[in-house]
Each structure stands twice: as structure tokens, then as C-alpha cells.
């Protein structure tokens, strides 16, 4: 993996949430558009704002590209004010390396290969979400990476505005909160967008501050339990995480929807990998120690791996996203059934261990020939390389919104999210599906003592399932399923 110059891991991934915070920046600016006629879908806006996007040098072009295909459907304007919703956009290209256009002479008439992707969101006058996107580059990308990434951009949100406005409500807010702060923390899996929903809220409620700390869904759980935080964060069942008689009074709400991908940093490969489900388990059982190993081969004909061994990056603190990680191993490999199972904290047989998921995408990053997992919005905001895992049906898939949304499909039974819908079945519904994602949760204590934190608590959830859920797939997060986020707000309301 060949990048050009870039910020730091940290300084990257502050600047990525910083740049996709859109709305809260959008809201001041649409406080003043009284004058526009309010919407509450995007089928219902007629005309369009879209302001200068954020990013890189081609950030720019990616706009120019968008509002042309845009404004076949929509008129653009120049002012907020005089625009039904509003379009914010944050564009990244890099350099991945360089690959010949010759096979014979491979040193000469090298062209450069992209990587990239175009965030969107679009709010109403009133500064609530009406939609968003993550638009990754294409599997088959003819025309160049501009054009490829507006055009995913635009066919999705000229989609999204043909169709009708079913789908999650926008919030109705109950009135004006009462000054107060509310302390989350546990999984990083959802971290980047739980940052962006509560300072969105903020904005909606300038009374309410709502922290949130990336722990690990283990430590935030313990710390809830213990009256340090209102709420946690957690991707996995309360019984795995916590064993203490009080957890299982917690109340859980599903929030979202997002995946666990494979990263990898092999130098010289610029094409994007394919991983077998026995390949990852082989790899991670330290069977598989070299790059050029036939089980990878046989997946990546043609790509010229090295004969370099293997730099296994793992979790090192208690966390969800092993959980995930180790039930899709588990479910596609007896052998790692046997030898390390599934749980939030392993004694892994290979690897070197970093904690969150921020470490591990930085490790991977700093250290040649690894390969280490983390939620898909690490891997972007890192420029990180993340291959295709095959899935039950025989597809390789790249995690996205449209394999997400795939892996979702009948996830829900009798309106209750599944504890884990990794490696789903081999049938046509799922024939694209993402195979290594899972549903995410809030937690909440049996009661709250303090009635301003129970009321801000309570509309935070219920913004969160409905205004929140259009304002997710700017991450690469995809939004729960109509039905689940339905009863969810029906349990809501029966929260003390």
C-alpha cells in the first residue's frame, strides 16, 4: 500500500468526524432560511443548495460533477435560504500506488490507482437530516475516480428523492430540555457517528452535553454499572460482556447498523484483496504466516503478493468489535472454534495487540505486511486498504451501504434485532450480503434517578431512531430496518 502525504492517524480521524459533523454546521446556516419552504423528506424538496465541499484538492471537481447530475432533477441555488434542503459534501482522493498499463515492461508507463470516497448529507431548513451517504469507489470503475464517486453519489440520493418519504420519521421534539450533561462510553465500533449524533443534538438542544468515550464496550458497561456514565455503548449480548447480577436489568436499544472489515498494508499491492472465511481464520491461528501463501493466491490470481510473512494486528482491550470478529471466525472455522472461540476479550494464538480500534488501524498503518480489523469507518478515515470477505453464497463482497443493507434483511424477529447476524445464509436474499456486520446498542439503566438526565436521555433516543437513523450513512454506517426502529421506540416509551 503506497499513500501520498497525509495527516497524522489521529489528527486524521479528528478531521474526519470534524469535516462529517455537517449538519451541526448546516443548522446555523439554515436557522436564518425561514424563507424556504420547510420538507420533511427529500422527495418533497424542489431545490438545492449545495455548498462547497470539504477534503481534498478534488474536492471540488467531485462537487462540480455531482451538481451537474443533480441539477437534471433539482434546481440549484446559490443561498441556503432560497433552498428546500441543504447538500454538504466532504470528498477525499488519494494515491494508492502505481501499476503498470504493460505486463512486458512493468517499470514503464505507470498509472496511478485511487482510492476515495464522497460523504454526503442533506438537512432541511430546519437543520434535520432528510438523507446521507458514503459513496466508496466501484468494483469497475471506467471513467475515472470523480466521476465515479459522484455518479455512486448522485444515482443514490436521485433515487432516494423519487421515492416516496417512507422510511425513518424525522423527531418530533417534546419541547425545551432542561440544562443538563449526559456521560456515555464503551464500544469505539459506532464511536465516530455516536460523536456526530449527540453534537448534532446539541445543536438541536443547547442546553443538553452529551460526551461520549470510546472505552470498549467491556469498560463502558462496567463503568455504567457502577454510576460513572448514563448510558453505554456495547455490540454485544449483556450476558457476554458483563457477568454482574445487575446487567441484566439494563435496558438495550438497537442504534445501528455497521461492519467489520478486514485492513491489510502489503507493499506493492495496489488491486483490492479477496479474503476466503478460512483464509482470515487460518491467518489469525497463525496456519497462514506468508503473504504469498497459496490459500491467498488462490483467492487473488493475477495480484502479485509478497513473499513476506504475515504482521497479525489484534485487539488488545475487552471489545465488541473482537466479538464480531471472532463470531464470524467461529461460525466459518471449526478450527477457531476450538482453539479460540468467540468472546470480547481472546487469548489469541498470533498477533500483536493494540487497543481500540483507533490502534489498530494506526498500528496496521505504521507496520508493512499487516493485515487487523476494525469497524469500516476506520479503515476510510485511515486510508486503508480493506478486502472483500466471501460470503455463505460464494460472493466476494466489499463492505458498503448496499451490502450492509443486504446483511440487514430479515435480521429483525417480531421486531427484536438479532444478537448477531454474521455469516448469513446461502440464499438469494442475502447472495450480496456483507457477511462480517453486525447491529449496535445503547444501554440504558432499569431507572434514572435524576429527572432533567431521564428526559434528555429519553429524547436523545428517540431523535437517535428517527432524525438520526437519515444522518448515518454519511459514516458508512447503514440505518436499522424500518421495523426494528419502530419497536424500539415503542419499548422506548415504556422506559421509566
Known amino acids: 500500500m503506497v499513500k501520498g502525504s497525509r495527516r497524522s492517524p489521529l489528527a486524521a480521524a479528528a478531521w474526519f468526524l470534524m469535516l462529517l459533523a455537517g449538519p451541526g454546521v448546516v443548522a446555523a446556516q439554515a436557522a436564518s432560511a425561514a424563507a424556504a419552504g420547510r420538507v420533511a423528506s427529500l422527495s418533497q424538496a424542489r431545490t438545492l443548495c449545495v455548498e462547497p465541499f470539504t477534503g481534498s484538492a478534488q474536492a471540488g471537481s467531485l462537487r462540480e460533477e455531482l451538481v451537474r447530475r443533480l441539477s437534471k432533477r433539482f434546481r440549484i441555488v446559490a443561498s441556503p435560504r432560497d433552498a428546500d434542503a441543504i447538500v454538504e459534501g466532504t470528498g477525499q482522493i488519494w494515491v494508492r500506488g502505481y501499476t503498470s498499463a504493460n505486463p512486458r515492461a512493468p517499470a514503464t508507463n505507470l498509472q496511478a490507482v485511487y482510492g476515495g470516497y464522497l460523504s454526503l448529507e442533506v438537512v432541511g431548513a430546519d437543520g434535520q437530516p432528510l438523507w446521507s451517504w458514503l459513496a466508496t469507489p466501484g468494483r469497475m470503475a471506467w471513467n475515472g475516480i470523480v466521476d465515479d464517486l459522484a455518479g455512486h453519489a448522485a444515482k443514490?440520493?436521485?433515487?432516494?428523492?423519487?421515492?416516496?418519504?417512507?422510511?425513518?420519521?424525522?423527531?418530533?421534539?417534546?419541547?425545551?430540555?432542561?440544562?443538563?450533561t449526559l456521560a456515555g462510553g464503551g464500544a469505539t465500533f459506532p464511536a465516530p457517528l455516536y460523536r456526530k449524533w449527540f453534537q448534532d443534538f446539541a445543536q438541536l438542544h443547547p442546553g443538553v452535553t452529551v460526551r461520549y468515550t470510546p472505552l470498549g464496550s467491556e469498560l463502558g458497561v462496567e463503568r455504567m454499572l457502577g454510576g460513572q456514565l448514563d448510558f453505554a455503548g456495547s455490540d454485544v449480548a449483556l450476558e457476554v460482556v458483563s457477568a454482574a447480577p445487575a446487567a441484566s436489568q439494563l435496558r438495550r436499544v438497537a442504534s445501528v447498523l455497521g461492519a467489520v472489515v478486514p485492513i491489510y498494508n502489503?507493499?506493492?499491492?495496489?488491486?483490492?484483496?479477496?479474503?476466503?472465511?478460512?483464509?482470515?481464520?487460518?491467518?489469525?491461528?497463525?496456519?497462514v504466516r506468508r503473504w504469498n501463501d497459496e490459500e491467498i493466491r488462490r483467492s487473488n490470481r493475477g495480484v502479485e503478493l509478497p513473499d513476506a510473512p504475515i504482521a497479525v494486528i489484534h485487539r488488545s482491550?475487552?471489545?465488541?468489535?473482537?466479538?464480531?470478529?471472532?463470531?464470524?471466525?467461529?461460525?466459518?472455522?471449526?478450527?477457531?472454534?476450538?482453539?479460540?472461540?468467540?468472546?470480547?476479550?481472546?487469548?489469541?494464538?498470533?498477533?500483536?495487540?493494540?487497543?481500540?480500534?483507533?490502534g489498530v488501524a494506526d498500528t496496521v498503518e505504521k507496520t508493512p505486511n499487516s493485515i487487523g480489523y476494525v469497524e469500516l469507518a476506520y479503515a476510510i478515515q485511515n486510508q486503508l486498504s480493506y478486502g472483500a470477505v466471501r460470503n455463505r453464497a460464494g460472493v466476494f463482497v466489499h463492505a458498503d451501504l448496499d451490502s450492509l443493507a443486504e446483511a440487514a434483511r430479515g435480521a429483525g424477529a417480531a421486531g427484536i434485532p438479532a444478537a448477531?447476524?454474521?455469516?448469513?445464509?446461502?440464499?438469494?436474499?442475502?447472495?450480496?450480503a456483507y457477511p462480517?456486520?453486525?447491529?449496535?446498542?445503547?444501554?440504558?439503566?432499569?431507572?434514572?434517578?435524576?429527572?432533567?438526565?431521564?428526559?434528555?436521555?429519553?429524547?436523545?433516543?428517540?431523535?437517535?431512531l428517527t432524525s438520526g437513523q437519515k444522518d448515518c450513512s454519511a459514516l458508512g454506517y447503514a440505518p436499522l430496518p424500518q421495523d426494528i426502529a419502530e419497536s424500539e421506540l415503542r419499548a422506548l416509551d415504556a422506559w421509566p
Open 156 to 180: 443514490q440520493l436521485l433515487e432516494a428523492a423519487s421515492g416516496s418519504s417512507t422510511g425513518s420519521p424525522s423527531a418530533a421534539s417534546s419541547g425545551a430540555l432542561a440544562e443538563t
Open 436 to 464: 462480517i456486520a453486525a447491529f449496535t446498542w445503547l444501554l440504558l439503566p432499569a431507572q434514572s434517578a435524576d429527572p432533567a438526565r431521564r428526559a434528555a436521555l429519553r429524547e436523545l433516543l428517540r431523535w437517535v
Open 317 to 358: 482491550d475487552g471489545s465488541g468489535t473482537t466479538w464480531v470478529w471472532s463470531d464470524f471466525l467461529s461460525r466459518v472455522s471449526p478450527g477457531w472454534a476450538a482453539a479460540a472461540g468467540r468472546g470480547v476479550l481472546l487469548r489469541w494464538p498470533v498477533g500483536t495487540g493494540a487497543e481500540h480500534n483507533e
Open 266 to 287: 502489503v507493499r506493492g499491492v495496489t488491486r483490492d484483496l479477496r479474503f476466503t472465511p478460512e483464509a482470515l481464520a487460518d491467518i489469525y491461528l497463525g496456519r
Open 420 to 432: 448477531a447476524i454474521t455469516d448469513p445464509p446461502d440464499t438469494s436474499a442475502y447472495r450480496n
